[in-house]
T-cell receptor, first 112, second 112 residues
Framework: DGGITQSPKYLFRKEGQNVTLSCEQNLNHDAMYWYRQDPGQGLRLIYYSQIVNDFQKGDIAEGYSVSREKKESFPLTVTSAQKNPTAFYLC???????????FGSGTRLTVV | KQEVTQIPAALSVPEGENLVLNCSFTDSAIYNLQWFRQDPGKGLTSLLL?????REQTSGRLNASLDKSSGRSTLYIAASQPGDSATYLC???????????FGPGTRLSVLP
């Protein structure tokens, strides 16, 4: 059953702590994306990767980091430099030009 | 820069009504347009994907049309049900660059 899996579903971060959100896909897609969604707001692009070992900053990359060591995996680290990390984080993947997006179920991150 | 807008921002209708959600985009250089549904606290579920060469797509009670030259798409929902209550987002995949640009969404409430 092909799809995209995000974990954990809920995550709590203490001040000054780095946390990593997992995103795994078995659709054999090259491109993967991380979005942030705040209440009542639209989706904002954090980082994206079109191929293994390569990634680009999106609109709000400050305070975040990513890696793409495997085609199936695109983890997102929320660093202590991100001053307002509480949000809903969504990972997505897509194939070639004619494909649409497939989204994961999201991770809700809360600062405690 | 591509901009995507959705009208109305919110809509409340009685059960059984047919309704139309609107999506507009400023740059017609797109590969495709995708309609999503998002339930509270959940990820995005793809409803329909329309390629730039297509005029419409249908799935069950849903019909999406695309007029690329005028920068418009509509999502038609027939015989609405309370289970259709959700936020509906449209996104366009630009033919330059690799990313989708999302609209802000329409929040739909179908009252029993």
């Amino acid at each position: 059953d092909g799809g995209i899996t995000q974990s954990p579903k809920y995550l709590f971060r203490k001040e000054g702590q780095n946390v990593t959100l997992s995103c795994e896909q078995n659709l054999n897609h090259d491109a993967m994306y991380w979005y942030r969604q705040d209440p009542g707001q639209g989706l904002r692009l954090i980082y994206y990767s079109q191929i293994v070992n390569d990634f680009q900053k999106g609109d709000i990359a400050e305070g975040y980091s990513v890696s793409r060591e495997k085609k199936e995996s695109f983890p997102l680290t929320v660093t202590s430099a991100q001053k307002n990390p509480t949000a809903f984080y969504l990972c997505a993947t897509t194939g070639g030009a004619g494909y649409g997006y497939t989204f994961g179920s999201g991770t809700r991150l809360t600062v405690v | 820069k591509q901009e995507v807008t959705q009208i109305p921002a919110a809509l409340s209708v009685p059960e059984g009504e047919n309704l139309v959600l609107n999506c507009s985009f400023t740059d017609s250089a797109i590969y495709n347009l995708q309609w999503f549904r998002q339930d509270p606290g959940k990820g995005l579920t793809s409803l329909l994907l329309i390629q730039s060469s297509q005029r419409e797509q249908t799935s069950g009670r849903l019909n999406a049309s695309l007029d690329k030259s005028s920068g418009r798409s509509t999502l038609y929902i027939a015989a609405s049900q309370p289970g259709d209550s959700a936020t509906y987002l449209c996104a366009v995949r630009q033919s330059y660059g690799q990313n989708f640009v999302f609209g802000p969404g329409t929040r739909l409430s179908v009252l029993p």
